[in-house]
């Protein structure tokens, strides 16, 4: 394993403040970014949800899916349950006053909430699915198995770039979402899969995985302050 210092490649962009606080714990951070995101309007995803049947529960998968939807939530009613994957995405719900129902915590992931949601649903009810334009399928398939109605509401639109400079000589890799992980998967090689890989959250760490990194680190925390310090554990160990 190497030791301190160490190259990470960074997969979205830092602050001033973040850059600091690596290198003081002997992180060099190189910060390419592998997404850039588009945000649909409100009006659009007012419309996309005028025409729905009402729904029994809605579904959050990502922070980015409930920064989108809280400009129009004084034009939609909440429904009585309300279920979030990944603690980020609970946690922006919570700031905004909403409480989402979550599987375990050794379970956040789109697997674990379909199969609660399942649970706690009844078969010909709808659920409302904000997220981005291609969801992850797991959710979708277990609640339609389940006779559940599932409706997908495209909030945003993550769109894979392509680094001028690919990092090199790198000791690690943080990755802050499942679009940033395809979008590596992309690169010329996919170049570090033997690196140690740090993940922002469990649907990311997912991701990870799927695309055969090994070892998968997830954050204590949904922050970069997180994924910082579990950098520095993990090389200081």
């Known amino acids: 394993m190497a030791q301190l210092p160490v190259r990470v490649w960074f997969t979205r962009a830092l602050s001033e403040a973040e850059i600091t606080q690596a290198a003081a714990l002997g992180i060099q ?38 920064e989108a939807f809280l400009p129009v939530q004084r034009h ?8 979030a994957v990944g603690a980020r995405t609970a946690q922006r719900l919570a700031e905004a006053g909403i409480q ?28 409302w699915h904000f997220a981005a334009a291609q969801p992850r399928p797991e959710a979708r398939e277990i609640l339609q198995a389940a006779g559940i109605r599932y409706y997908h509401i495209s909030c945003y639109r993550a769109q894979a770039l392509r680094p001028a400079n690919i990092p090199e000589n790198l000791n690690a890799l943080a990755f802050y979402s499942p679009g940033a992980v395809q979008a590596w998967q992309q690169l010329p090689g996919s170049p570090g ?42 090389f200081n160990q």
């Open 100 to 127: 989402a129902q979550q599987p375990a915590a050794d379970a956040q992931h789109g697997t674990a909430t379909g199969r609660l949601m399942a649970t706690r649903l009844k078969p010909g009810e709808n659920v």
């Open 29 to 66: 951070a190189e910060t390419e970014p592998l997404t850039a995101l588009s945000f649909f309007s409100g009006d659009e995803i007012r419309a996309r949800c005028s025409s729905l049947p009402k729904p029994a529960a809605f579904l959050f998968t990502s922070r980015n899916a409930v």
């Open 76 to 83: 939609i009613s909440l429904p009585p349950l309300i279920f």
């Open 193 to 234: 899969a033997a690196l140690p890989a740090f993940a922002i959250g469990s649907t990311t760490a997912q991701a990870l995985r799927e695309a055969r990194f090994n070892p998968v680190l997830e954050a204590a925390e949904p922050s970069t302050a997180h994924i910082i310090r579990a950098i520095h554990h993990y």
